[in-house]
């Protein structure tokens, strides 16, 4: 059983809009940080967002910044990631994963609790 479970990806033109939802699947005690990285063919995984389980600290990719909003719902069991202005670049397999430690959101290695992705892709 995977810890977290991603959906929402699809198929978008340029310009449009997405949100992604990752959904705990076990007891969230020991998370920290929740984040999402992406990776596109050929290139390294990526971070793109990251938030506080608790709390609403936040951080963005520049890439990103601007575009891209990452939330936490009321239950504080699910994340989502609002997509916006979305261009060709964007196309990658999108993950949510978990850090049970402090740490930036950014650092890739801390994420301890991954899900298995969901496509989005970016058409012209």
């Known amino acids: 059983q995977v810890h977290l479970v991603e959906s929402g990806g699809g198929l978008v033109q340029a310009g449009g809009s997405l949100r992604l939802s990752c959904a705990a699947s076990?007891?969230?005690?020991?998370?920290?940080?929740m984040g999402w990285f992406r990776q596109a063919p050929g290139k390294e995984r990526e971070f793109v967002a990251g938030i506080r389980w608790f709390g609403g600290s936040t951080d963005y990719a520049e890439s990103v910044k601007d575009r891209f909003t990452i939330s936490r719902d009321n239950a504080k069991n699910m994340v989502y990631l609002q997509l916006n202005s979305l261009k060709p670049e964007d196309t990658a397999v999108y993950y949510c994963a978990a850090a049970p430690t402090h740490g930036a959101y950014y650092s890739i290695n801390d994420y301890a609790y991954w899900g298995q992705g969901t496509q989005v892709t970016v058409s012209s």
């Open positions: 076990e007891r969230t005690f020991s998370i920290l940080r």
